[in-house]
């Protein structure tokens, strides 16, 4: 599932309101922990981030669009927590929806660099996690490699920390 420019003003309401609304963040729980689904996605410039492979860290997969403000204002938190985290065992990956692929990502990676993997999302791997229906949506991944974390909205370097602090 591919957010589409045209199509999303149903969807921008929801990602205001949860940006600006009272958060929605959650731990993901229950009886049965559940494994991260595994995928293979490929950077612009061919590398493979494969799920599993980065198993003993702590991964934060940022499921995001070029167009979407709340996922731009997030960027630099990502950077920064990145950046003083990953020494740590602290993996991002940014999971691109953007229905015009890298067409749409290389431009604007170019103007808004970024210091962690950048990936395109593909129906498959948005569905593994049980559809994204608001972007930004952000799953922690445990070093065992379970969910642990869901965050929809945008996030702010101190919410990162305090999620850190949680699993590293």
């Given at each position: 599932?591919?957010?589409?420019?045209?199509?999303?003003?149903?969807?921008?309401?929801?990602?205001?309101?949860?940006?600006?609304?009272?958060?929605?963040?959650?731990?993901?729980?229950?009886?049965?922990?559940?494994?991260?689904?595994?995928?293979?996605?490929?950077?612009?410039d061919g590398?493979?981030?494969e799920?599993?492979?980065?198993?003993?860290?702590?991964?934060?997969?940022?499921?995001?669009?070029?167009?979407?403000?709340?996922?731009?204002?997030?960027l630099?938190?990502?950077?920064?927590?990145?950046?003083?985290?990953?020494?740590?065992?602290?993996?991002?990956?940014?999971?691109?929806?953007?229905?015009?692929?890298?067409?749409?990502?290389?431009?604007?990676?170019?103007?808004?660099?970024?210091?962690?993997?950048?990936?395109?999302?593909t129906?498959?791997v948005?569905?593994?996690?049980?559809?994204?229906?608001?972007?930004?949506?952000?799953?922690?991944?445990?070093?065992?490699?379970?969910?642990?974390?869901?965050?929809?909205?945008?996030?702010?370097?101190?919410?990162?920390?305090?999620?850190?602090?949680r699993?590293?």
């Amino acid at each position: 599932m591919r957010f589409h420019r045209a199509a999303a003003l149903p969807l921008v309401l929801v990602v205001l309101a949860l940006c600006f609304g009272s958060g929605a963040a959650s731990r993901i729980e229950g009886a049965v922990k559940k494994k991260a689904p595994n995928f293979q996605l490929r950077t612009s410039d061919g590398t493979v981030i494969e799920l599993s492979k980065l198993k003993g860290k702590v991964v934060v997969l940022n499921f995001w669009a070029t167009w979407c403000g709340p996922c731009r204002s997030e960027l630099a938190a990502f950077n920064e927590t990145y950046g003083a985290n990953k020494a740590r065992g602290v993996e991002i990956v940014g999971i691109s929806v953007d229905e015009g692929g890298w067409k749409d990502v290389k431009p604007f990676l170019k103007q808004y660099p970024v210091g962690y993997p950048v990936v395109l999302g593909t129906d498959k791997v948005v569905h593994a996690f049980g559809g994204v229906d608001a972007i930004p949506t952000t799953f922690i991944i445990d070093r065992d490699g379970y969910l642990a974390d869901r965050h929809l909205g945008a996030l702010t370097r101190s919410a990162l920390e305090a999620l850190f602090a949680r699993y590293l």
